[in-house]
């Protein structure tokens, strides 16, 4: 989940959760204040710390493969050298205990979104150029 670089780059991001276990955290109908005071906070203030500049966010949901709704925060990130490691939106969200469902994807040249976290036994490491 490393993502280096030798000179400012944009990388396109998504951190995701299933509605399901978002409205778990403060109910179905604090939903707003748990995105808004809580995980989206969190991850914006981790890429802060990180040195990851946010250049545009959208919020949008969408239905998987098993019919669950799912919340996907997407970012627009400029990225600068050396890079940034986006393991600092797991601590920060696993240090608050808003962890539970978390998945990142990250934009790919060609192929879409990928997913980054959670990562399989593989190491995920991206090298931009």
Known sequence: MKIDCDHARKVEIAVEFPISILCKYNGPDNLDVTLDDN??????????????????????????????????????????????????????????????????????QHHGFRMVYPQSAIRSRVKLS
Do not use: W
Request: some cysteine; glycine content about 4%; charged content about 20%.
């Open 39 to 108: 995980i989206t906070y969190l991850i914006n203030e981790a890429l802060r710390k990180a040195g990851a500049y946010v250049k545009n966010k959208a919020m949008k949901t969408y239905y998987s493969a098993e019919n669950e709704e799912i919340l996907s925060y997407q970012l627009t990130l400029i990225v600068q050298p050396p890079g940034v490691n986006l393991h600092c939106i797991v601590d920060d969200l696993t240090q608050e205990n808003f962890h539970q469902g978390l998945c990142i994807k990250m934009q790919s």
